[in-house]
């Protein structure tokens, strides 16, 4: 089993900044990716950071240039830094651990509102 525990989450003015973590704990040795989505009310989840074993990263066109997505491996920590905050940016946003079979494990979710 894996575990995943997001934090960092809060309420932001539009343009401003936040930092979420991740820190993952369990059977590891499986994981070959790990990422960020997001889910506002009455939308789909969507896939926002993805970040692979090779260090190569993936965003959706909507936070690219904005969202920035790293890994600590000694930590078991992935880190979203998101810069230039727009109210369209609310959701809850969800960690994720990716097998190498495709199989998903996934955080709670910690809230994110961009709001003034």
């Known amino acids: 089993q894996v575990q995943l525990v997001e934090s960092g989450g809060g309420l932001v003015q539009p343009g401003g900044s936040l930092k979420l973590s991740c820190v993952s704990s369990g059977s590891l040795y499986s994981i070959d990716a790990v990422g960020w989505s997001r889910q506002a009310p009455g939308k789909q989840r969507e896939m926002v950071a993805l970040i692979n074993s090779g260090e190569m990263r993936n965003y959706a066109d909507s936070v690219k240039g904005r969202f920035t997505i790293a890994r600590e491996k000694a930590e078991n920590t992935v880190y979203l830094q998101m810069n230039s905050l727009k109210p369209e940016d609310t959701a809850v946003y969800y960690c994720?651990?990716?097998?190498?079979?495709?199989?998903?494990?996934w955080g709670r979710g910690t809230q994110v509102t961009v709001s003034s």
């Open positions: 994720f651990a990716r097998t190498a079979w495709g199989y998903d494990y």
